[in-house]
């Protein structure tokens, strides 16, 4: 991955113009919008066919799509477009939130170790040799079953819906901080002994200053990228926790645990089942082809 | 190389320690302790007897003198006793060892299999059709979820087709090992499928680059047939990062076989690890763990040797 | 010069820097040390331009980061204006050999011009524009150059907006790290000038690291020669392009080509490769390559000492000229 050589202006409207034709990367994006559309038009939607989303009717389980529920009801009798696009909402925001907090730790400890090299360096170095070979789902769902209480929060906040999703976050983040952190620990290298880095030094710049103002702004590239691929696998990450019961827990609904009785889905309602799936495919396929696109757009080379 | 493959086993097994370390704090952390489950049959149990029985069973030292406890008991075999199945640890565990080692190496293959084909003919016209149909299968690859891809696959071969059965290891009074290949069949195909999208997109790059290099053109200038210089001289050498890149993804396909195993309802180490976790079976769950991460370390200590002997070029100090 | 001035504006004390090789495997215990620069002594007088000379590998850019303050010294001291220096400073400005990695290409013109004043926290934001602007024009870069970007910029311009950045804190001495090599030769006389007449008009120093002993020769007071980190020979320009007194002097010197001048061959011109730093030779490091080496060059390491007659001219050989 090159570090970008050249000025802001010029490059990122000539990256613009190379992303704008690759169509793929393009048809992804709408896809993308559409999506956030989708799951953000749920409000509106549920105030137009005055329906309740959380209100279960055990009456009519599995109805099949009718006027006022266009895609029929769930295993609870709640509509299951409404949910659909409620839970859209949880798993997208799980993904982008997630991204950000394990992105952020990944950019800090990447500069740290990139930049001072040294013990942290090499216990970083250690630590992603670690996470990169080690199966992160088992240790996934350890971190969620890990008993808040015993950590010393409040058993109100352990068992809230807020502690629910930013549980989902952490561990996402904890587990997933490394490849950004690698990515960035190179860029850093890279960047830390070139001369307009020395001649911030020598005129007195501290190494946050350093950090903040010269290195961090010129491994933007890679670290862009690096963040939209983590936005698919993140998401993927938080289908399967919650799919397992372990991540967002109902009545809270997500992509993933809409899928909790799939295995009676499958031959009452097998629609039920292909929904939230497709759903998550096609994000994460969308982000994935965005993900490269951007990486094609950014590395010419490539 | 002793040096190396020395240096390499320490290492690895450093890891495992710090890892083990790792998982028995967590697994400290989940809800519950060992007394309460005991305890919960057992009616009119006073504070007294529960301080004796954690002084009995050690729960009231610190963290780190139990982990101490615990790995000498360990390191001489003694993994301690699966609650849930009231049986010894490891006569629990090595069963679904063997189960996960046969889903998890079947997989591997049909992947490998799949993804070097697969590669090696979108690599012959970068930016062609065919390219750009394997490369959307990559891509699928890459994004589906593992549970819905078996839910689809359930869905189509078994519940509307009846061609395979849905779930389990074989069909109820046992069956031959013709029945537990029918079995195993869904299982194999949908991890495989999760696997091969990231492989089949390392064999295109590598055979890409691999065709542009000089000696590629030297033996076509001696008059090489295709077929020859794509199978003898590319995908060799293509292969060699590959291969490393496909050992270190064992804990992905770990990670995948805990998925599958559970919605086929086949009991192996995904399953276990899931079901002890699930019900608090401390013991069980921390000796699945370690051993899925001795398979993952072990695995990429054999892919580190098996790419310092295919290439040549690597001398190790 | 004045021989009489009490402190020298900068003051290089027996300074060493050494760096440990790191490398082997965890299992490896003894480990090595390249002495980048070993016991060097110098000093620069206010408005006096000293040259650092030697092959890659000699150690100039080594000495020359560390009185710049973006190295430590492992032992020796340095003084500026009499006083101790730790750290970095606005006193002491670099300008490095490559124009095209010494700015950073997501900056405008105008803040990388103003950025040692922004770390200083130098003057308001209103100062800081005014003396960015005084100073691109002063060193002749077109007004409009502060709102556009490093990448617009041909070397030659590059090495301008390096230069006014270097000025802006008002340094007193000026580390230039091969300043011009990077550039076309056109464009080399053009700098060479520009530093030579902002020399004149700010009364600066500069420590000026070459390895083009025809540039030296136009600039420099006085000239440090380097070799395998120590000081072979350090003198006047005058005296040491007339009479080099060191024999690896002679042989650098030997080795500019000239208009008009038979390159010479034979006993003056350097045989063999510079020895590694990690393991240099005994005695006088320079014995292996020396011609007039004697069996006291391999065992015994020569004193800095005045030449026979002429105090200012500084070599350390047993068999000065």
Known sequence: MSVAADAPVSVWRLRWRRLRRDRTAMASAAVLLLLVAFVLSAGPLAALLGIDPDATDLLSRYDPPTARHWLGTDDAGRDELLRLMYGGQTSLLVGLVATIVGGALGVLIGLIAGYFGGLADAALMRITDGFIALPLLPLLIVLAAVDLTKLGFSAEFAHSGAAGFWRVVVIISIVDWTGVARLVRAATLELRDRDFVLSARASGGSAAYVLARHILPNAATPIIIAGTLTVGRVILFESVLSFLGFGIVPPTPSWGNMLNNAQEMVTTAPALAIYPGLLIFITVIAVNFLGDGLRNAFDPRG | MAGFILRRIVQTACVLLVMSFVIYGLIGLMPGDPLDAMLASVPNVTPDVIEHLKQIYGLDQPLLLRYWHWLLAALSGDLGYSRTHSQPVLVVLLPALLQSCKLMLASFCVSVVLSVTLGVLAARRPGGRLDAAISLFAFAGLSVPVFWLALVLILLFAVQLHWLPASGMSSLGGGGPGDQLRHLALPVATLALVTAGGFTRYVRAAMIETMRMDFIRTARAKGAGEARIVLRHALRNALIPVVTVMALSFGTLFSGALVTETMFAQYGMGKMIYDAILGNDYNLALAGLLFATLITLLSNLGADLAYARLDPRITLQ | ?321
């Open chain 3, 1 to 321: 010069m004045s021989e009489l001035a009490a402190t020298p504006l900068l003051e290089v004390d027996r300074l060493s820097v050494h760096f440990p090789q790191h490398g082997g495997g965890w299992f490896r215990r003894h480990r090595q040390v390249l002495r980048a620069v070993e016991n060097v002594s110098l000093t620069v007088e206010s408005g006096e331009t000293v040259a650092l000379v030697g092959e890659s590998g000699s150690g100039k850019t080594t000495l020359g980061s560390v009185v710049a303050g973006l190295r430590t010294p492992t032992a020796g001291r340095l003084r500026f204006r009499g006083q101790p220096l730790e750290g970095a400073r606005r006193g002491i400005q670099i300008v490095f050999q490559d124009p095209y990695s010494a700015l950073d290409p997501r900056m405008p013109v105008s803040s990388l011009i103003a950025e040692p004043l922004l770390i200083q926290r130098v003057g308001t934001a209103a100062e800081r524009r005014a003396r960015t602007a005084a100073l691109v024009e002063q060193v002749g870069l077109p007004a409009d150059a502060l709102n556009r970007y490093p990448h617009e910029f041909s070397g030659g311009q590059r090495q301008r907006i390096a230069i006014a950045r270097a000025l802006a804190p008002d340094p007193a001495l000026i580390v230039a790290d091969e300043p011009l090599s990077a550039l076309d030769v056109s464009v080399q006389s053009q700098i060479l000038n520009l530093l030579k007449s902002i020399q004149e008009t700010r009364k600066l120093s500069y420590l000026f690291i070459s390895h083009d002993l025809g540039v030296v020769n136009h600039l420099a007071d006085r000239v440090a020669v380097l070799y395998l980190g120590r000081l072979a020979e350090l003198a006047p320009a005058a005296e040491l392009f007339a009479r080099p007194s060191h024999p690896y002097t002679q042989a650098l010197l030997t080795a500019i080509p000239r208009i008009g001048r038979r390159r010479t061959r034979g006993s003056r011109t350097l045989r063999s490769e510079m020895p590694s730093p990690l393991a240099p030779p005994p005695g006088c490091v320079f014995h292996p390559r020396c011609p007039k080496a004697q069996a006291i060059c391999r065992t015994e390491p020569p004193a800095l000492a005045p030449a026979p007659g002429r105090p200012r001219q500084l070599a350390a050989c047993h068999f000065k000229d």
